[in-house]
């Protein structure tokens, strides 16, 4: 047998289950290969064997507290994010090349206008509790969350829709009071899991569709739940026979874990700690790029922000490599001062990248007629590193003559009273599903976290004409014209775009980045599988 | 002479009651005056007006303080401390199974550190300024120096990374077995004893010493007793009464003061508890859990008090 040969007879009685994968790795070690090749090469014919089903795969992850509950309408964290997507299901997922991907609805239509959205919901799909999915209990949930009492994370994505009807016992019609292209893709929030008459006599009963049954949940502690045997889609979720989150909000100890092995996966990796997690053998680290970014907001409508001059001299006095470098240890990109990159969906290529210069802030500070120092807020948790990165900010402004005071806030009451009423603070933001979301949730003027004070009515109407638009062409090029406004006249510092940081045992094979979001967007636990 | 040790537990045990219904009105003042508001806090940056208004009215925030304190302490009175603002969970439900294991990682670091640290500090008495004493008070003093969450790093890099003998997360749930339980505590139970065991230990030594100058010790050593035989005949009953004092301090330690441990080992306890819902200003949690640790301390406190009383005859005649 010649060594490849042998080498795809080993990956093969592997996969089978005849040999361990020390075993292996000790064998292909002795036919020359080196530990690092013989490793991706098993990753490799593993991951071309497909999914295999058992086990259970367990993720420490941070971001869970004694608070949460299993109602979908009050999910705020993580582990809340990535629990509720292994037992729930929404109408549409998107995929990481941002592609519509439908799930409980089976096909979506809608009229020349955008305006009404037909939904064929999937037939034959079984809640946890035996009932059949039918459009009622899309109706009802889609309902619930549209309440304004609902306290709903929801609530802003349904606030466009005029009317949800069920019009068959398979379809539901959705009429928007203004043009939605994207309203098939908000529907795939993590808030919006169907559940059965829309949770309304029982939110928090943990009753969905998705491919794992709830079996405990005790909240900040540990979540587990089993493969729901009559999944409609076992073929592509639910490989594993039970999911299990241990929540484990020490960053040390979820990196112990995942070297002794206690945990399969782990979330938010810090930067400062990659190199060394990806130092112990059996781990690897997985990062993607993603739409979350970190900010440096300034009032449009408060002087001394209010000065076009300014804003363009505080934008150009920004180190945007030195803070992806020292803030972001190199786990992240630069951003251009509009809250959009090429993760999402007819992301306006082309726009030139806003570079540190000194002189030019200088020019611009002096147009201005600013005088004396500006403080800017700023607090750890506005972003891991905030402090520091307000500190370098400080330092890259000194030497174009700007004087900026660093002013640290408790971290108790900073989104009450900090973020968003102050005229200059550091804060954060985590993607939204479109461009169209991403504006319309704080950039148009009636935008509730319109958080940089900026109202202009020709930006409002551009963003209203996209977002009816169906014509993929047009609509990229006013978003082009959308993010230039932003860039060049809004009060938004956007220094970078901060990676989703994971790591993950050999064990786990199937792990596929999605700039949505952590733990691929969600569905780590029902998409990957672990192997021998 | 036995009624009046009765009258004086009893009158412990009154005062006893009295402080916690006085701690009571503190707690219920103290959360009133944090800063921010329950409903501010539960919605965060996604905080609209009209979602606050709306929670503010369904959450009785707008009673006044008087009605709702009363409304309170009846209820805890009845076993019912309400449901958590933030998730709607029954309190007393969630607070017991915590506390259950709080309790029970407290009961194990106990019962290895307390009589490991009586031991030792009798045997340093026994060895007075030679080696062992050095050896005993050097290695205790060193654990207690080091931050609780360094002692615990330590030992969850050698024993659960390197050699993998325990496991580095402690969680522990319903119906786990009985040897699974012990494994998971063990490493948080011996960072505890670690950071507990000096202070008792010199506590035991110094009392110890204090009536090892006494007559009445001289006078075994004169009868010829051996140097264990006093410690442990003649001086140690004597001296029970500041350890006692501070065994049950630490004790107290042990189920309110370990929110670090639980942190690093994920043990889900009460003190983790506690803070997520500080975090949340969810009121009512805060309150229960505040007077559960009250009654804690003063519950430990009237024991060793009471002990104190039945050890030292002296105590029972107050001037």
Known sequence: MSKSNELQFLSEQVIKGRLSRRDFLGRATALGLTLPFAGSMLSGAVMAAGPQKGGILKAGMQGGESTDSLDPASWTSQVQHSFGQSWGEALTNVSPDGQLVPRLAEEVGSSPDAKQWTFKIRRGVLFHNGKELEASDVVATLERHSDEDSKSGALGIMRGIESIKATGKYEVVINTTEPNADLPFLLSDYHLMIQPNGGKDAPDAGIGTGPYKVTEFEPGVRHRAVRFGEYWNLDEFGHADEIEITVINDSTARTSALQSRQIHIANRIEPRIVQMVERIPHVTVQSVSGRAHYVFLMHCDTAPFDNKDLRLALKYAMDREDMVNRILRGYGTVGNDFPINSAYPLFPEGIPQREYDPDRAKYHYDRSGHDGPIVLRTSDVAFPGAVDAAQLYRESCAKAGINIEVRREPGDGYWSEVWNNQPFCTSYWSGRPTQDQMYSTAYISTADWNDTNFYRDDFDRLARQARGELDEAKRSDMYRQMALMVRDDGGLILPMFNDYIEATTDQVVGWDPHPMGEMMSGFALSRCWLTA | ?319
């Open chain 2, 1 to 319: 002479m036995n009624l009046l040790v009765l009258k004086l537990i009893a009158q412990r045990i009154a005062l006893g009651i009295l402080l916690l219904f006085l701690v009571s009105i503190l707690i219920f003042a103290g959360t009133q005056i944090l800063p921010g508001d329950v409903a501010q806090s539960i919605l965060g940056q996604g905080a609209t007006d009209q979602a606050l208004a709306n929670l503010r009215r369904e959450m009785g925030l707008d009673d006044p303080a008087v009605t709702r304190y009363f409304n309170w302490l009846g209820g805890i009175l009845q076993g019912d401390m309400g449901t958590a603002l933030s998730n709607n969970r029954d309190i007393a439900s969630s607070l017991w199974g915590r506390a259950q294991n709080t309790l029970f990682l407290a009961f194990w670091t106990a019962l290895v550190a307390v009589p490991l640290a009586i031991i030792l500090g009798l045997v340093a008495v026994r060895y007075q300024n030679r080696w062992p004493d050095r050896a005993i008070s050097g290695t205790t003093l060193t654990a207690i120096s080091l931050p609780e969450f360094f002692v615990g790093y330590v030992l969850m890099y050698f024993f659960a990374v390197k050699l993998g003998w325990f496991p580095s997360v402690s969680t522990v749930y319903d119906g786990m077995p009985f040897a699974d339980r012990m494994m998971a505590i063990a490493l948080p139970a011996a960072t505890l004893t670690l950071i507990i065991l000096a202070h008792m230990m010199r506590m035991t030594r110094a009392a110890i010493l204090n009536v090892m100058q006494s007559a009445y010790v001289e006078t075994a050593e004169l009868k010829g007793l051996g140097g264990l035989k006093i410690i442990w005949r003649h001086a140690f009953p004597n001296s029970v009464a500041p350890v006692v004092n501070v065994v049950m301090l630490n004790l107290a330690f042990l189920v309110v003061g370990v929110v670090v441990i639980e942190v690093i080992f994920v043990y889900p306890g009460l003190g983790q508890y506690l803070i997520d819902h500080v975090a949340k200003r969810d009121v009512p949690v805060v309150q229960a859990v505040g007077l559960i640790f009250a009654a804690v301390y003063i519950g430990l406190n009237m024991v060793a008090d009471i002990v104190s009383i039945l050890a030292n005859p002296r105590l029972r005649h107050p001037k």
